[in-house]
């Protein structure tokens, strides 16, 4: 925070009042600059920049699974990777840092048939893959309202400037583009498009770990494609998990164990599942509904950790499976890991079909 200077003169009731207003705007700016730095990508590519070597050998961990499946297994598996479409609006730019229509499909297909299954992924678009997006609109407490500026993935000073001095806006977008605060990847609200999009230079250009993170990424806009499909209260009653122990649960009962798992796990998976604390809150008094948004992006951050074992977080742990997010019954592991693992390995049956 910067320092903050102040009149000594404090003898007369203006000035005090006057202190107390810079305290007061000094404090409300300290809580914009903290809210706004959520959005920041920058400490989430140095997280992977500094752990790529994880990075490397989980996602192979994962190539190797999927090798060793049956091979009417992967026959399985391809038959609906081959089903989703692909949407090349935009040719893919060279420079740009999307995942190839060859990458994304590559790490689709280690996913569990089981779970490819439920999914209602029906296309990847790749009509923004040559595009930033970046946050624009935020309510008066700086929590952002879901409103994007899309930028093109810029090539020079000169064609930056050019492009944010048409927004309305202007500077306020520039500088969100050039401090790295921005919004990777995207699903269509039913949960049946997925949309590449690009990370800003000004954010990494470490070729790896731009790659990794653009595959942590997919993998977490892969579980909206499911979450969608099942969000309100009576899909979520016919999503019917059979999880490797013999038990079965609704999703519905699933993602409510998931909530109240964080009462007594209170540290998110990663800093973008931080982003949405006041709505968790909500969740948690009963002021929103389960069946809300922004639990299902804890869920997606969640289970994408689950997938890599490792996600940026500022408490810098290294793997999913043995962290506790301070859950003072547990040394090793958590809760959370527990009902990630179940849903991630589980066999599912939806009711009339």
């Known amino acids: 925070m910067e320092e903050l200077r102040f009149s000594d003169d404090l003898t007369s009731g203006n000035n005090n009042n006057h202190v107390v207003s810079q305290i007061v705007q000094a404090l409300l700016k300290k809580k914009m600059n903290e809210k706004k730095e959520l959005f920041n990508e920058i400490p989430m590519l140095l997280f992977v920049e500094d752990n790529i070597s994880l990075y490397t050998q989980n996602l192979e961990k ?21 089903a989703i479409k692909d949407s090349f609006y935009e040719q893919r730019l060279p ?39 970046i946050p624009r609109k935020f309510d008066d407490e700086w929590n952002w309202i879901k409103s994007v500026r899309s930028v093109p993935f810029a090539l020079s000073e000169e064609e930056i400037e050019k492009d944010f001095q048409t927004d309305e806006d202007y500077p306020l977008m520039k500088e969100h583009y050039e401090s790295g ?97 006041k709505d968790m809150i909500a969740i948690a008094n009963g002021e929103k509904g389960q069946d809300d948004y922004w639990l299902e992006e804890q ?45 991630y390995t589980a066999d599912f049956e939806v009711v009339g079909q």
């Open 95 to 133: 420079w740009t840092n999307t995942l190839s229509s060859q990458d994304t499909r590559d790490v689709l297909k280690t996913l569990p048939l089981s779970l490819l299954n439920i999914s209602n992924l029906q296309n990847l678009d790749y009509s923004q893959q040559n595009d930033v997006l």
């Open 62 to 82: 994962r190539k190797n699974e999927y090798a060793l499946l049956t091979e009417e297994d992967k026959w399985l598996i391809e038959e609906r990777i081959a």
């Open 181 to 277: 605060l921005m919004l990777i990847g995207k699903t269509s609200n039913a949960g049946d498009i997925v949309y590449q999009t690009s990370i800003s230079p000004y954010v990494s250009t470490h070729k790896e770990a731009i790659a990794a993170y653009q595959k942590h990424v997919l993998v977490h806009e892969f579980f909206h494609t499911i979450f969608a499909k099942f969000r309100s209260i009576p899909n979520a009653n016919d999503l019917i998990m059979k999880c490797k122990d013999g038990t079965t649960s609704t999703f519905a009962e699933w993602r409510n164990a998931f909530l109240i798992s964080m009462q007594e796990e209170p540290l998110y998976t990663t800093n973008y599942a931080s982003v949405y604390d």
């Open 299 to 343: 869920l997606c951050e969640s289970l994408t950790a689950y997938y890599l074992d490792i996600a940026p977080n500022d408490y810098w742990w290294t793997s999913f499976e043995k962290f506790n997010f301070w859950n003072k019954d547990q040394k090793d592991s958590s809760t959370r890991y527990k009902l990630v693992n179940d849903f």
